[in-house]
């Protein structure tokens, strides 16, 4: 088995193909100083002699120390020269942005691919690539995008196509998703998919795998590595080019061979990967593997605040497959108690609990909180708040915000896990509350989703990966 | 056939309960909603104890109001509600709504009689009631609302919805969206008026062109069945209905003391009569957006065009998961395509569907003969286009700009998929794209697939009543 571990740790980083504020500069000069890497960088330009405040180099062969990798961002057709260079440089890894070659179906693109690839098997030179954004590793200040995330998690990625790389990324930075490593490999005219897969499942800083893949290059290695990985952690893979005109973008875009959807489900399936279908998805089901161990069953305990929207809550989450139980009559009762019906008529104890309006007082809140953390007829909570125009500003913003630190503090008491579906409108003054409220919540381990069905969905496909396991 | 129009227009609103506390529900639910609205009709606050709120002469009895009064907006508790019945029946009261809960859906005794008496007292005394256990009313062309930060504009969608939360819940989502409603109904426990009046309502009502409901159980089922068929003839009808689960059903006896129904027969009533069935409230407004922005596409067949191979590919999967096709271009329109956009100058564009326009960076110049190329090819009855957003690119508004120009002159519908990281920074962005893409007739939606499957069900509607 390869050791890829030395591409995670460069000492020096040379960057092809910059000049003051190109995009390759920008993808991936810019963010190597901002995210605080603490190797050399070394910008290489025929002419500049300063780029972005660093000095610039002429070529590889110019930089006066070691080069550990090299980011090329410089046009297909000279590509070739630069390998050899890196070659003479013994430059360890060599990733390649630029595209233009098999996956652009043309003969001269092919051809170039195939002279990299031998120049690198020749040379000892790894590339990643062509055709892909390379390495994100918060942990060591590595990255190809700005905005992303500095402080690391436990989510390994690898991810054939650079942009959806970068959009789960960022989709799941906002929801507190955090990775240990992420590598977008293209092309894979070396590195592949087989190569990064087997690395994730020995890599302790990655506790769960997710992968998007749209084809593969080297099928029975993969199917190896997959099998390996999914013994040792959770696997999530999100299939690109499932359908037939899918398929036929796939063979466009990274030059790999789709194959059939029902092949792969099958084999997903077999092997006790999880498979998912679009990144809001994929995003759902990394919360509960990021926040929780694993439930001790699908009872669920439902719980809503300020509004009347008991019977959708109940109907996703029965239509998900987790179980809805009824409430005992002394559960009821010690919940009347905390909520009397005189007091809110609006209210139920059933489950859903409806605390109404009321549930905004962050007293009744905890205990009908912690009273149902008691009954050991539910398994975990799902409580469900809802927010819009009419909480921005007036009074129902204090109380809300008193709720979210009495959750806060009531969370740390109980035993059982808690999720929170925050239904929002989505325009701006609204997002800004919602994502405030997220954020607070997280660090109580409680993820946050933005629908019923969608939280319904995800918690029970955690619950399943735990079943099968046993 | 019940000629609610009146319901509608109250001359003057006596809001009975309100107290001096600004956060009671008789207050900002009720009173400061129609301060705000500007309605234009007499506001009569009603309780013996104060004299004045929020600037408005409070009564200390529905009989003490001087004028007529048309309507009531009542937020006693129950016990109080047969008297207040009787007050207005002395007063010439014609609709009556109950906020009031604590009724048959306690499923106790005392409620359920309660109810049955103002319900008794309403048929005797000729007074309609809408509730009890809800919210009413919101029609923003009288300036009635129940809730303060509803649009002030009207839209052309009908909702008739059993729950007041929900009513709340889907105004505000909509909302967000640029949905506009003609008139919305919460009619909580319908022990009058229910769901089969307001459905015959909203199937006569020229300001209505869609209808929406959110039903947990029917109070006049045969009724109800026939107003739904008569009205599906006449308008699209998208129905959520509460209560399909066993433990959904439990929560519609707590919620408003209706019978759910077996869930696969309304599904298969539905189905026979031509209404589209949503399970979420995201779901029915993607479909709302399509209904009031877009003409129905002729066809299956899609074009994508946006930025980046790999969300091409999720696209693709996308919409053939929905049944779209995603059909590959002949030669003729590839070669069209690579004359706007040719390889050596626009690197890592691709010319077939979807169009990769990455080499393009959304150059506004080439954009639009894209776009116009793509909407001229015959084999293809609509244009999805998709973006990504980053804050703070003008690029984004430009592609926008050129968008919504190039629209105006194509024949075929256009969605755009607005994908963004749910950063409030970016939000800010996408909802201004948002906005300006729904001015210009172009629905947006927040992910592939619920674009894909959107359109795919808009599509359906209108194939089966061809």
């Given at each position: 088995m390869p050791d890829l571990e030395f591409i995670f740790h460069p000492s020096s980083i040379a960057v092809a193909g910059v000049s003051q504020h190109n995009s390759t500069a920008d993808m991936f000069l810019d963010p190597l100083i901002q995210s605080g890497y603490k190797g050399k960088i070394y910008p290489i330009h025929h002419k500049a002699n300063e780029v972005s405040g660093l000095k610039a180099y002429p070529s590889i062969m110019d930089v006066p120390g070691p080069v550990d990798h090299v980011t090329c961002g410089i046009r297909a057709t000279r590509t070739p020269e630069?390998?050899?260079?890196?070659?003479?440089?013994r430059v360890k890894l060599v990733q390649i942005f630029t595209a233009g070659f098999s996956e652009s179906g043309e003969e001269e693109g092919i051809?170039?691919?195939?002279?990299?690839?031998?120049?690198?098997?020749?040379?000892?030179?790894?590339?990643?690539?062509?055709?892909?954004?390379?390495?994100?590793?918060?942990?060591?200040?590595?990255?190809?995008?700005?905005?992303f995330p500095k402080d690391g998690g436990r989510?390994?990625?690898?991810?054939?196509?650079?942009?959806?790389?970068?959009?789960?990324?960022?989709?799941?930075?906002?929801?507190?998703?955090?990775?240990?490593?992420?590598?977008?490999?293209?092309?894979?005219?070396?590195?592949?998919?087989?190569?990064?897969?087997?690395?994730?499942?020995?890599?302790?800083?990655?506790?769960?795998?997710?992968?998007?893949?749209?084809?593969?290059r080297d099928g029975r290695r993969f199917v190896r590595a997959l099998q390996k990985a999914a013994e040792a952690k959770p696997v999530i893979m999100f299939k690109g080019g499932v359908t037939e005109a899918g398929t036929r973008a796939v063979a466009s875009h990274t030059g790999s061979l789709g194959g059939t959807d029902a092949v792969w489900s099958s084999l997903f399936r077999q092997l006790g990967v999880m498979q998912v279908d679009d990144m809001e998805e994929l995003i759902d089901l990394l919360l509960p593997f990021q926040h929780w161990q694993p439930l001790r069953g699908k009872r669920v305990g439902l719980i809503g605040i300020g509004g009347g929207y008991s019977v959708l809550l109940a109907d996703a989450s029965a239509r998900a497959g987790l179980i809805v139980p009824a409430f005992t009559e002394e559960l009821k009762s010690s919940l009347r108690d905390i909520v009397p019906r005189e007091a809110d008529p609006g209210t139920s104890v059933h489950n859903p609990v409806d605390l109404s309006v009321s549930g905004w007082n962050p007293d009744i809140f905890s205990k009908a909180l912690e009273t149902v953390d008691k009954y050991d007829g539910v398994d975990f909570m799902l409580l469900c708040i809802s927010l819009h125009a009419g909480c921005i500003g007036g009074p129902l913003k204090q109380m809300i915000d008193k709720?979210?630190?009495?959750?806060?503090?009531?969370?740390?008491?109980?035993?059982?896990?808690?999720?929170?579906?925050?239904?929002e409108d989505f325009a701006p003054e609204t997002r800004k509350l919602s994502s405030g409220i997220q954020e607070i919540v997280r660090q109580v381990n409680i993820p946050v989703f933005p629908s019923f069905n969608r939280a319904a969905r995800a918690i029970s496909r955690f619950i399943q990966y735990h079943e099968r396991r046993q | 056939m019940p000629d609610l129009e009146y319901v509608f227009h109250p001359r003057s609103i006596a809001i009975v309960g309100v107290s001096r506390d600004s956060s009671s529900y008789a207050t900002s639910s009720f009173l400061k909603p129609l301060i705000q609205f500007g309605y234009e009709g007499k506001t009569y606050p009603v309780n013996p104890e104060v004299s004045e709120i929020l600037g408005v002469k409070?009564?200390?009895?529905?009989?003490?109001?001087?004028?007529?009064?048309?309507?009531?907006?009542?937020?006693?508790?129950?016990?109080?509600?047969?008297?207040?019945?009787?007050?207005?029946?002395?007063?010439?009261?014609?609709?009556?709504?109950?906020?009031?809960?604590?009724?048959?859906?306690t499923g106790q005794e005392k409620g359920i009689r309660l109810e049955r008496e103002i319900a008794e007292i309403a048929h005797q005394g000729g007074i309609r009631v809408i509730g009890p256990n809800c919210m009413g009313i919101?029609?923003?062309?009288?300036?009635?609302?129940?809730?303060?930060?509803?649009?002030?504009e009207s839209g052309?969608?009908?909702?008739?919805?059993?729950?007041?939360?929900?009513?709340?819940?889907?105004?505000?989502?909509?909302?967000?969206?640029?949905?506009?409603?003609?008139?919305?109904?919460?009619?909580?426990?319908?022990?009058?008026?229910?769901?089969?009046?307001?459905?015959?309502?909203?199937?006569h009502d020229p300001q209505t062109e869609v209808i929406v409901g959110y039903l947990e159980g029917m109070k006049e089922g045969r009724r109800f069945i026939n107003a739904l068929r008569e009205a599906a003839i006449a308008k699209p009808i998208i129905m959520l209905k509460g209560g399909e689960g066993e433990a959904g059903i439990e929560a519609v006896a707590s919620h408003t003391g209706a019978l759910a129904g077996n869930s696969a027969v309304w599904g298969s009533l539905f189905r026979q009569l031509g209404i589209i069935q949503v399970h979420d409230l995201e779901e029915l407004v993607d479909l709302l957006l399509l209904f009031q922005h877009s003409k129905p596409p002729k066809g299956r067949r899609v074009g994508l065009v946006g930025t980046g191979g790999g969300r091409g590919i999720l696209a693709t999967d996308s919409c053939e998961r929905e049944g779209l096709a995603v059909p590959p271009f002949p030669e003729a329109v590839r070669r069209k395509l690579r004359e706007i956009a040719p390889e050596e100058r626009y690197h890592g564009t691709s010319v077939r569907n979807p169009v990769d326009s990455a080499g393009l960076d959304w150059n506004p110049d080439i954009f639009p003969k894209i776009l116009k190329t793509m909407a001229d090819y015959d084999g293809l009855d609509f244009i999805l286009a998709y973006t990504r957003v980053t804050f703070g690119t003008e690029r984004v508004a430009k592609v926008i700009d050129s968008l919504t120009e190039t629209k105006k002159d194509l024949d075929k519908p256009v969605a755009m998929v607005v994908r963004h990281s749910e950063e409030p920074k970016t939000v800010s962005c996408a909802f201004e794209i948002q906005n300006r893409c729904h001015q210009s007739g172009i629905p947006t939606f927040p992910s592939f697939s619920r674009a894909a499957r959107a359109i795919s069900r808009f599509i359906e509607y209108h194939e089966q009543r061809k």
């Open positions: 630069l390998m050899r260079e890196c070659a003479a440089k051809r170039l691919e195939k002279e990299i690839a031998e120049i690198s098997r020749r040379g000892n030179v790894r590339v990643l690539g062509p055709n892909c954004m390379g390495i994100y590793y918060p942990d060591l200040g590595i990255s190809y995008e700005p905005s989510i390994g990625f690898l991810a054939q196509s650079g942009g959806n790389s970068m959009r789960l990324v960022m989709l799941g930075a906002a929801r507190g998703i955090r990775f240990s490593k992420v590598v977008s490999y293209g092309n894979a005219c070396d590195i592949n998919e087989a190569d990064l897969m087997e690395y994730l499942a020995d890599d302790p800083e990655s506790k769960i795998i997710i992968g998007y893949i749209e084809g593969t709720a979210v630190d009495a959750l806060v503090i009531t969370k740390k008491k109980l035993n059982k896990p808690v999720a929170m579906v925050i239904l | 409070v009564y200390p009895g529905i009989s003490d109001i001087p004028g007529p009064v048309d309507y009531v907006i009542c937020c006693l508790r129950a016990e109080l509600t047969p008297k207040l019945m009787r007050e207005c029946v002395t007063k010439g009261v014609k609709v009556i709504q109950f906020f009031t809960s604590g009724f048959s859906e919101y029609c923003p062309s009288s300036r009635i609302s129940f809730d303060a930060s509803f649009p002030k052309s969608i009908g909702f008739l919805c059993q729950s007041g939360g929900n009513s709340i819940e889907l105004v505000q989502l909509g909302n967000a969206r640029g949905i506009r409603f003609s008139k919305v109904v919460s009619f909580g426990n319908a022990c009058d008026l229910n769901e089969a009046d307001f459905m015959d309502y909203f199937a």
